[in-house]
């Protein structure tokens, strides 16, 4: 077991100490002495908090970071037959959330709304597909996501550079801000739906 206090942990996911505060106000375990045991805050953040998708900070490297401590089984067990609808699922979830994405700019949203919508599309045609896949057989599927398979070949939007091709700026930390307040409204203290590709208890 490893103790670490709240801001040693917010250094090792490249994330602010209130950031931190805030997982701990949704449920993060605190021990009595407020500092937090690593591995149970590592697990416990990938298993309730939503990564950004190709990002390596926050719940998605808290995902990794857990992963690594994992020694077996392995987290990621995907099937060595892998038909069509492996292939058609990823392309989907790779490319349907930047499409949108795309589409709500031209329509005059914000970049930061842009971003929000590419999130919660991506995590949840991933959870869609997930499911649908587990159903046909591709039981690795219930360990690891479509984005996560796919790994590399996910085409990540660059929002600096698409800002300043659209002549606007773009504050990745009120990107942020918008899809936690979107994904928790004021006065919800749920813990936050699984991180993406991560089949729910039930």
């Not at 995590?123 to 587990?134: E, F, Q, S, Y």
């Amino acid at each position: 077991m490893t103790i670490i206090t709240k801001a040693g942990l917010a250094a090792e996911l490249n994330v602010s100490k209130a950031r931190i505060s805030q997982y701990c106000g949704r449920g993060l375990p605190q021990r009595t002495d407020g500092r937090l045991d690593r591995e149970a805050a590592l697990s416990w953040i990938a298993h309730f908090q939503t990564g950004i998708i190709g990002s390596d900070k926050g719940a998605s490297r808290a995902r990794r970071l857990a992963k690594e401590l994992k020694q077996s089984p392995p987290a990621v067990r995907v099937p060595q037959r892998q038909g069509i609808e492996v292939e058609v699922a990823v392309r989907l979830v790779a490319e349907v959330g930047p499409l949108a994405a795309r589409v709500a700019v031209e329509a005059g949203a914000s970049l930061e709304v842009a971003f929000v919508l590419d999130q919660l599309v991506a995590i949840r045609l991933d959870r869609i597909a997930c499911h649908l896949l587990v159903q046909r057989g591709y039981d690795g599927f219930r360990d690891v996501s479509c984005i996560e398979h796919a790994g590399r070949n996910v085409p990540e939007i660059d929002w600096q550079d698409w800002a300043s091709r659209q002549g606007v700026s773009f504050d990745p930390d009120a990107a942020e801000r918008l899809l936690d307040q979107v994904m928790f409204p004021t006065g919800k203290q749920t813990a936050r739906p699984q991180a993406v590709g991560r089949t729910s208890p039930c």
